[in-house]
């Protein structure tokens, strides 16, 4: 590949903003994961090379901003999730030279760049660790993380009953040194990621050190993963989530939706002992004074499944975190009254703390949009979908909706996140053999739960080669279905009415108008629609079997085909 590069001054010279129109209150934010996005050097898994050499392609798609899920050095047991050193680029995606190149080339083109930061756990690799399990029980090393001993007459049972989010038990006992059994650790997720003790002022402290570190070399930001994590309820209290309670912390729909079980609508849920606890306030107001050390407006975006929505607001106070991802409307099935009812909360709750709400259909926990809003039977986000999965739907219907359901959330005010490949219309990849499978979440489970790799095959570019332009070999970390080549990028560019071409326009018309800062002004056009006038643009969606008339004014953006001033079902048009 031939990189791109640029030479540019640092992140605070991008777009200076004022106050109440800084850059992250509009911004619309393109999720890059870099194993799939673009591999430059043919190993089969992308690379911040590759990403550099894309960068291109995303300034013109219209988006503002990157952001990157990790790329620090980590063992991949979770996908990076893992991470080993905070502070270096795992060699499977390149360098730091190839890190700095990659945000001078992105700051070049306009585009500012987020990057994830895990600190709830580490990787067991990680020295820290490692230098806790040599140190014994009662050492400093030790108190980096949640060790305990265990219950029973010889420690033999965990010290509670927590089951991990990726399945089976949430401890791990430990050899001490001598051979014996000793400790349990805690890790809420894989047995390869414990969490650290975050009432230890040393954990503190060296994730302010990580902070500096990447903003020094001119990031414009983080998105905080598990955010409602990382302070645990005194005493370790043992917990059993009510039925049908979504495993990363909020209603029942943060992971599992199932036919017929209704979310919580308004009602706080119970908060488990280990996430929302009112301590983890203390850290991000910590992490703000971080952050203002720096110029050009420099962000904290919180992954917090917390509900409700007036509980999940606390994270975006002013002296807190400029974001936090907006899960209640991910999680809304496609449905007029209750999309009406989460954008108008939304809009309400995050306005009254001074934030604005942010928006996502897709990312990388989750079943792609393109499925999952027309899924009739099982509606298994993080649990996944596969063949054996009911209700699956017909591609091309689901692409439709998807496309509306799109061009509805770009119209409306506040940032938007999307994810990369939805702007090509990818679906789930539903067909992957299990030997070729990934996630943790399917090992734990014995196949139980098919996990997310369906969500993060690689994205095709150009060409029907094996790997569609991925990269100059065939090779890639996942298979790609055969049918991606109709989607790639190359054989959608700049043709009418193809979904690239859509996400383009939208987004080109939403910079326009300034939808971001539009109020939203709703009007009736019948019970199976949504219909609202925003900053001089009218948008209608049809949740409807009938055609709906649309009202008056020229068509600048359609989900779909029209019928001369007919709206047809499950699409999305707006006017002007």
Partial sequence: MTLITAETPDSSALAPSSPGREWWRSAVIYQVYPRSFADADGDGMGDLPGITHRLPALRDLGVDAVWLSPFQTSPQRDAGYDVADYCDVDRRFGTLDDFDAMLSTAHGLGLRVIIDIVPNHSSSDHRWFQEALAAGPGSPERARYLFRDGKGEHGELPPNNWESIFGGAAWTRVDEADGAPGQWYLHLFDKSQPDFDWTNPWVREQFRDI???????????????VAHGMIKEAGLPDYTPPAHAGSMGGGAGSVALEPGIEGHAGDEPPTPPYFAQDGVHEIYRDWHRVLEEYEGDRVLCGEAWVEPLEKLARWVRPDEMQQTFNFGYLETPWEADALRAVIDRSISVFGSVGAPSTWVLSNHDVVRHATRLALTGENLQGHGIGPKTTGLPDPAFALHRARAATALMLALPGSAYLYQGEELGLPEAIDLPDEARQDPTWFRTKGERYGRDGCRVPIPWEGTDPSYGFGPSAK???????????????????????TLTMYQEALAARRAHDLAFGELDWFDLGPDTLAFRSGGVTVVANFGE???????????????????????????????
């Fill in 211 to 225: 902070l500096r570190f990447w903003l020094d070399r001119g990031v414009d930001g983080f998105r905080v993963d």
């Fill in 546 to 576: 009938q055609p709906v008339e649309l009202p008056a004014g020229d068509v600048v953006l359609a989900s779909g085909e029209l019928a001369g001033r007919s709206l047809p079902r499950d699409t999305t048009a707006w006017l002007v």
């Fill in 476 to 498: 890639s970390w996942l298979p790609q279905p055969a049918s991606w080549a109709t989607y790639t990028r190359s054989s959608q560019e700049g043709v009418p009415g193809s």
